[in-house]
């Protein structure tokens, strides 16, 4: 009997159901999150940081391995790694977070890579400015997009594909966008793009595409699937949607005290706890942190890290709780200089992306 793509691919749904599947489990297990703790570090230590890969993780040898960039430019170039490691380099510091961070959260379920918060990590990227590359093939400058082609390929609600997204061309020349062969100073690993990615600083995950073989700069906007039709915020199935573009804002809390192993749930000793977390916001600079420790009732400021030189990174905070014996909920909620902040509230849609409500950390207060 024939097979087609269609009757092997899931098609995109969301789950009126309380549980998560065995297929959505089979993508958390591939798709790790970074361990809360690790909200500590200033730079994501290599392994901690979150992936997301919707096909394989290509095999490629670094020496056969060619970069094209071609379409609309004065002449098409091809790359190998060392030629690329001869143009001028640049290293940024970089949070990066899953658009569809949250999505587990969401009530009916979107189906796919079941996120709660964890989706989210912060490197320090070092490559080539994509502009570099783009003056040196001579791009257009009245291009529409410029398209970034992967080298993974798979099928996606029975689309067969190469993975790919395009970004404006005034984004794909932003000073800071990179063509990046390392991560935290040493050469990409397999998980995160080896032997190139994108890095385009404030924008969601989707956009940084990894193994990159190809770059085309285009006259039209792209509309290939992970542009028009995954990665859309969307209410009904067959509505057009609002792309997804740079993150929203957010804070996370290093969860305070020690864990139950299978629960998660949080002790702490009475007295003075120090919290601490992570805030960041890929459409303005964070501004301000509040903290509640009374389950969204009331908020404090939190005490924020002075600016760093790391526009495009997380910035720490804290805050002094004087913790008494009970049950407590803690929050972090985050505010940007454009006054734009997180809901209490879910924000639905079909895909569950940008989901960035405020979290609720549940702590108990027990004296040993
Ligand atoms: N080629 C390719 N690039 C990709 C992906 C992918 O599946 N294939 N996943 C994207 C998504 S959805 C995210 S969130 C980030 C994750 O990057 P990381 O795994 O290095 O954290 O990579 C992006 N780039
Ligand atoms: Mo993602």
Redesign the pocket.
């Known amino acids: 009997m024939d097979v087609t793509l269609a009757e092997i691919s899931s098609p995109g749904r969301v789950d009126p159901g309380a549980g998560i599947t065995t297929e959505e489990l089979a993508l958390a297990a591939r ?1 790790h999150g970074i361990p809360l703790e690790a909200l500590r570090y200033d730079v994501t230590p290599l392994g901690l ?7 394989d993780i290509p095999l490629i040898d670094p020496a056969a391995w060619r970069l094209t960039v071609g379409g609309l430019v004065g002449k098409t170039l091809t790359f190998g790694l060392a030629e690329l490691k001869e143009l001028p380099r640049r290293t940024v510091r970089v949070t ?1 977070e ?3 961070n949250g999505r587990a959260r969401l009530e009916p379920r979107p189906v796919s890579q079941p996120w709660l918060v964890e ?1 989210v ?1 912060t490197a320090e990227w070092t490559g080539v400015p994509l502009r570099e590359v783009l003056a040196a093939a001579g791009a257009d400058p009245a291009a529409a997009e410029v398209v970034f082609t ?3 390929h798979g099928v996606e609600r029975g689309v067969e594909q190469d ?1 790919q997204r395009s970004l404006p061309l005034a984004e794909a020349l932003r000073d800071e966008v990179l063509l990046a062969y390392e991560m935290n100073g040493l050469p990409l690993a397999p ?3 080896f032997p190139l ?1 994108l890095v385009v600083p404030g924008w ?8 990159l073989r190809e770059i085309t700069v285009v006259a039209e906007p792209f509309t290939g699937f992970q542009q028009s039709v995954a990665y859309r915020v969307r209410h009904e199935p067959d509505e057009p949607g609002d792309p997804v573009t740079r993150i929203h804002p957010r804070a996370l809390l290093v969860p305070p005290g020690f864990p139950d192993f299978m629960s998660r749930a949080r002790v702490v000793r009475p007295g003075t706890v120090t919290l601490e977390g992570r805030a960041w916001s890929g459409r303005a600079p964070v501004e301000r942190v509040d903290v509640s420790v009374d389950g969204g009732r009331t908020w404090s400021p939190a005490t924020l890290a002075e600016p760093d030189g790391h526009p495009w990174a997380w910035r720490r905070f804290t805050f002094e709780w004087a913790a008494s014996p009970g049950r407590h909920v803690l929050s972090a909620r985050a505010t940007t200089a454009n006054g734009d902040s997180q809901p209490e509230g879910q924000a639905w849609n079909r895909g569950g992306f940008v989901n960035n409500a405020v979290q609720h950390v549940p702590v108990a207060c027990i004296a040993s």
């Open positions: 798709n940081h979150y992936l997301l890969i919707h096909y990066m899953c658009a569809g989706a990590g992967g080298a993974d993975y998980q995160h793009g990615r969601y995950g989707m956009a940084h595409v990894k193994w």
